[in-house]
């Protein structure tokens, strides 16, 4: 796997979190949107639940009422009741929610299985009004204990609990109605049933007091409005002068009317309660909504600026690998060692590249240096016949493409065999070098000198015709021989002058210089000869 291939995979890697963190928002965003749904469910039939409760309690006051040796009002009036709470109970049994999860209908029907045969016991005036009693008792217990169930499941805290508290003291109140309806019907009051008017009291005045304490304020007002009503007053009256044993001016139809209507006001404040739960759970759950909206904001905001930064990075880094790659297999394939590769980063692929580049100039040099050995005469440091063979081909080229002329100079030492063989091949070779020394201080800088071999050498002058090559040879002529040779004392040297002809060739040049130099040295030496055969 190559470097651009692991950078890649690696900046994948903060794209596949990314998407898990959308993933995982999404969820949370249709576990909230179910938790609404559920929410709402539950709400709605915690109210149904709530009415149901509320008939099946004043069907039980109404049924102690019938049993205790109520009259025929007793009896039309309970009948009525029990079809207001069938038709409770009819929309508790469609109202179930299966978004509600807290909801069982199983057990809810189970329960209320027994109701029929309960009231035909009413009806038929069969068994004790005790009995009715605990018998509808159950059936609400059931009802209740599946609100305090819908109510975990919505889960909103301190409103749900005092609502709970507040149905509790309300469930208190319907036995309170349907105890004293019996002692009032009966026309005495047992101590058991005092024992038990005296405990549900005591825990309806403790649900009271818990309700209070969970209860916002808002809410206590309200209750408070509620004790303030004239039928709760009278209620408590009648229950407060039972219980210090007075005798009660007040029938049992009367009771029951009065306690009913403080029970469905209770009925109001209860549904105050839900109306504030509900608006809690709303809270809860828009709070929950926003805080998921700012969560999944801020992780696609982080996600998308550590994507954002990813990819810069890696556009950055391996774009300059790639371009790294690139120039270095350009400079590979071309050979050229003189292209340099951008080096302005400050990071660990600037100074690859610095270095590279150090390698390349070291290259470069060596290839200079390789080429100047292959160009040069390694004695006088003149250019050598292969330097002047691509030289004398190149000013021939150009003759032919632009026109123009241009002149060779071939020359040599006289007697230089002499000077070797009289003072040694050490001080030839310096006689050499000066000879070199003097011309190049007279040519210009697009001439070019050449030792060919020996003392053999040549001048070749681009955009000069045979007279001016021919002066020129005589300024060079009479300078190398007024120059003092060191330890060889004067030192002569011949000329042949000779100008390219057009479509002539190197060689054809070559040779007429060469006879002019040859003719020079037959002349006597120490002159120059312009090629008797050009112009």
Partial sequence: MTIRSKLLLLGAMPVLAL????????????????????????FALSEIVSAAIHELQRERGLSVGRMA??????????????????????????????????????ATAEALASLPLLRDEVGGLRGHQIESHAGYTRLIAVLSSEMVEIGHAMGVGKPLHAHAH?????????????????????????????????????????RVVAFLKESSPALGQTFQRWLDEPATEATWTTIASLLRGEALAVSPREWFQTVTAAIDILRAVEESSLDEARAAAQDSVSAFGRQAALQLAFGLGAGLVVLLATAMLLRDVVGSIGR??????????????????????????????????????VAEQVICEKDDLARTDPLTGAANRRAFSAALAGEIERSVRYGGTFSLLAFDADKFKSV?????????????????????????????????????FAVLLPATDREGAAELAEKLRRAIEDYPMPGAGR?????????????????????????????????????????????
């Avoid at 309970?78 to 179930?96: F, I, K, N, Y």
């Avoid at 309300?170 to 009966?186: C, H, N, P, W």
């Avoid at 270095?328 to 690859?352: H, K, M, P």
């Fill in 420 to 456: 070797n063989d009289t003072f040694g091949h050490q001080v030839g070779d310096q006689v050499l070098l000066a000879l070199t020394r003097v011309v190049a201080t007279h040519i210009r800088t697009n001439d070019l000198l050449a030792r060919l071999g020996g003392e053999e």
């Fill in 69 to 106: 040796g109520g009259d025929a009002a007793w009896r039309d009036e309970l009948a009525r009741q029990t079809e207001t709470t069938d038709r409770r109970l009819e929309s508790l049994a469609s109202g179930h929610d299966p978004a509600c999860g807290a909801a069982n209908p199983a």
């Fill in 166 to 206: 507040l149905i509790a003291a309300k469930e208190f109140m319907g036995q309170i109605r349907a105890t004293v309806t019996g002692i009032l019907s009966l026309g005495n009051a047992t101590g058991q049933a005092l024992g038990a008017l005296t405990m549900q009291k005591g825990q309806y005045e403790a």
């Fill in 324 to 361: 790294l790659s690139e120039d270095v297999g350009r400079i590979v394939a071309s050979r050229d060692f003189s292209i340099r590769l951008i080096a302005d980063r400050v990071d660990e692929i600037g100074v690859i590249s610095r270095g590279f580049n150090a390698v390349l100039e």
């Fill in 19 to 42: 998407v898990f963190l959308l993933h995982a928002k999404v969820a949370e965003g249709v576990a909230l949107m179910r938790a609404r749904d559920e929410a709402r469910a539950c």
């Fill in 491 to 535: 030192v002569t040297c011949s000329f042949g002058v000779a100008e390219h002809r057009r479509g002539e060739c190197e060689s054809g040049l070559i040779e007429r210089a060469d006879a002019a130099l040859y003719l020079a040295k037959r002349s006597g030496r120490n002159r120059v000869e312009a090629c008797a055969l050009c112009g």
